[in-house]
């Protein structure tokens, strides 16, 4: 009797202890399984733990000492004969429920997997939905006539070769400027009135003559656009270059002009120019062509051209152009037509469910589009002319606040932005809220010529879309953090630019159809 309460007693003793010294152990090893793969097994070592202390008690009633040797020396087979028994004796360890916060656990990959199936389940079962209602509407053949209305008249291809104009305006000026045959002051004039001839006249051609199409303005006048800020940004850096070159810097090297590049691609060999030897046509030319809005002497080279990587991006950018062509064929075409009605006739719950049905398209199609853009073509582009600075965006699906979001989605753009408009709006004295304010306005301002002038009508829903990012960005800065803050940004993407859509769609067939039916 007293040997077995000699030998209970303790293992009483040494089970309490287990299992509350288990209990911490057992929160350790739920945090083990988080940075372990999803799926390894829950705590059960704690079983494993607890039983080796115990094995301890039952061999001689002194749990520390010698016992520990005596345990030492216990057959392989016999320790784990003791093992199995505790462990059937006592399966419990103070732990939490994996769902508690309390648990620590964050490992949830097998939730993200599931999401993903239904979400293609449930695309599937609308993808079939929609070929039976509507057969297949893809039409290769159609995407030309969205360029063309005339095949004899190719006014946007016109209009976009014409565009060299202002770039070598843009070149001639610069060298004038180099060698001092005009002022500075002229010198800004003529840019000036270079710079809003680029946007004026593209738009004057696509209002004025009736073969070009909507798609065919748009692009044509995406690359106005797109020659615009560069050129402005071209020479705001060769007049920074001058002003350097005043302030007795008369040994303009490479570094100065582009200070410790990072060669991401290797090292480059390419031979570095100082102003004003840039001003030349193959430089100009070269900085029309790479992916960024802002001109630099001396961009990051890469070493070579890689050409698995380049096949792979081309390989991307023509299945992933196929793939947004058919989507906006089979997808977004029949419900918007289908949307018309409900707006006609004010239907408010109709309207809302037509807008919610076209979210998922739209955002699926704004996806694809990320990728193919900014990714696939971006970098093929770079590639090819062994273009350094790949960082065309940064990680905006992470955005917690909308100002985060339009500072890492479009990178080149946001780089002008700061370089060009805001970082000089500052140091001008201006405060931050009315720069910001000023780039949304310009932001603004662009996306309603880009929309406005090819479908030859103005609503400004692009404007004040781009506009209401700035009580946006206040209400989900002021109220909304963590994971709320980055589903409002991911609401105001997925339902605000089908409302911008509609707007325009609706619009449209008003004027030129006078009925949405
Ligand atoms: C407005 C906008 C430029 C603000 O960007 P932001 O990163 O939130 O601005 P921040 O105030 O955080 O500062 C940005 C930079 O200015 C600098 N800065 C801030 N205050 C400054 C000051 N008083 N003086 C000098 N520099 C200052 C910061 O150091 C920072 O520099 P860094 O980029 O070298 O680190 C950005 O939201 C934007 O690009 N918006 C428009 C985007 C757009 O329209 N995109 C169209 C895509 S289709």
């Not at 909304?480 to 449209?508: E, F, K, R």
């Amino acid at each position: 009797m007293s040997d077995r309460a000699e030998t209970r007693g303790p293992v009483t003793r040494r089970s309490r202890t287990a299992v509350s010294g288990g209990g911490a152990a057992s929160v350790k090893q739920v945090h083990g399984s988080k940075s372990n793969d999803a799926g390894d097994k829950p705590p059960q070592h704690n079983g494993r733990a607890r039983t080796e202390n115990d094995v301890q008690s039952p061999r001689n009633g002194k749990v520390d000492g010698d016992g520990g040797q005596q345990l030492a020396n216990l057959s392989k087979k016999q320790r784990s004969a003791v093992e199995d028994i505790n462990e059937k004796l006592s399966c419990h360890v103070l732990q939490e429920s994996l769902l508690s916060s309390a648990s620590g656990y964050s490992n949830y990959r097998g939730i993200l997997n599931w999401c993903v199936v239904m979400l293609v389940l449930s695309n599937a079962r609308l993808f079939l939905e929609n070929i039976i209602k509507y057969g297949i509407l893809v039409d290769p053949i159609q995407v030309v006539s969205l360029f063309l209305k005339d095949p004899y008249s190719w006014p946007a291809a016109c209009l976009i070769i014409a565009s060299n104009v202002f770039v070598l305006a843009a070149l001639y000026l610069e060298r004038r400027l180099a060698v001092g045959t005009i002022s500075e002051l002229s010198g800004r004039i003529l840019h000036f009135v270079n710079l809003t001839s680029m946007l004026v006249f593209p738009a004057a051609v696509i209002l004025c003559v009736p073969t070009v199409t909507p798609v065919g303005g748009v692009v044509s006048l995406g690359v106005y656009t797109v020659f615009f800020l560069k050129l402005y940004s071209y020479k705001d850096t060769n007049r920074w270059c001058r002003e350097i070159r005043q302030a007795k810097a008369k040994k303009l090297t490479r570094s100065y002009s582009c200070p410790s590049v990072a060669q991401s691609n290797g090292s480059a060999v390419h031979t570095n120019v100082s102003y004003p030897g840039n001003l030349t046509h193959r430089d100009m030319y070269y900085f029309l062509c790479v992916p960024t809005l802002c001109y630099q002497l001396n961009f990051p080279r890469s070493s070579r051209i890689r050409k698995r990587f380049l096949m792979r991006r081309l390989f991307e950018m023509l299945f992933l152009m196929q793939l947004l062509v058919g989507l906006i064929q089979q997808w977004m075409v029949p419900t918007i037509q289908n949307s018309m009605k409900p707006f006609q006739e004010m239907d408010f719950s109709r309207m809302v469910e037509r807008l919610l049905k076209l979210a998922v398209p739209n955002h699926l199609i704004w996806l694809i589009f990320f990728y193919w853009f900014f990714h696939s073509s971006m970098n093929f582009l770079a590639e090819l002319l062994q273009f350094g600075d790949r960082e065309f965006y940064k990680d905006w699906w992470n955005s917690e606040t909308v100002t985060y979001f339009w500072a890492n989605w479009n990178i080149p753009v946001h780089k002008w932005c700061l370089r060009h408009f805001y970082k000089p709006m500052l140091s001008k004295g201006f405060n931050k809220f009315q720069a910001q304010i000023a780039v949304f306005l310009v932001s603004a301002f662009f996306h309603e010529y880009l929309v406005s002038v090819p479908l030859k009508m103005f609503r400004l829903w692009a404007f004040m879309g781009m506009m209401a990012q700035v009580p946006l960005a206040w209400f989900v800065g002021r109220f909304l953090t963590g994971n709320y803050g980055n589903a409002a940004v991911w609401l105001s993407l997925i339902i605000g630019q089908p409302v911008a859509v509609l707007m325009y769609v609706h619009d449209y067939y008003i004027i030129h159809y006078g009925t949405t039916t």
